[in-house]
């Protein structure tokens, strides 16, 4: 458990951190040029601008890509989330207390929990820093099974192949075993 949930936390980390620390440069295409020219609606809030408002392009600051026409405090308020969700399905049901325990132990950052019983969590934070002890985000774990009351199986047998994009993404090659529950016993 302990070299898992180290190297769990590091693969994450050096994943979010290659897009968290990525200074976006801003990109305007022509037709996000027309599109801010005449917008009159902020698309964040979705009201109209007044006359005199002050209006700005909003981008994403991961992509750098164009996003609407925007007021400035709305664009100002949409910034960068500081936690990065991590979800497990039940993760209070298992050995959570077991993996908080070796995040502890990983030393750089501290850990919040919101505790259910001493050895359930609801969900907890893992504070990751720069250099200098600054946060730069928290890996924030948190139980699917909690929005989700369901067996994993049955979730997945909600949906078709085809929703599987991000999962095709990475594994093409086993896709169809990693459809089914685990044939070993
Ligand atoms: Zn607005």
Known sequence: MKIFA????NIKKNEIDKVWTLEAKDMLFKEDKANFKTS?????????????EVRVRDHCRFTGKYRGAAHQKCNALFRKPKFVPVFFHNLSGY???????????MGE????????????????????????????????????FKFMASSLDKLVNNLKPKH???????????????LRKGVFP
């Not at 599987?164 to 990693?178: C, T």
């Open 40 to 52: 009159t609606n902020c698309w964040i809030c979705r009201k109209d601008f007044e006359e005199d």
């Open 109 to 144: 950052g501290n850990i919040d929990c919101i505790p259910n019983t001493e050895e359930k969590y609801i969900s907890f934070s893992k504070r990751i820093q720069d250099e200098e002890g600054k946060l730069k985000y928290k890996l924030r774990f948190l139980d699917s």
């Open 6 to 9: 180290i190297y769990f936390v």
């Open 164 to 178: 599987f994009e991000n999962v095709k993404k990475h594994f093409d090659v086993n896709f169809d075993m990693l």
């Open 95 to 105: 050995d959570a207390h077991l993996f908080v325990k070796n995040l502890n132990s």
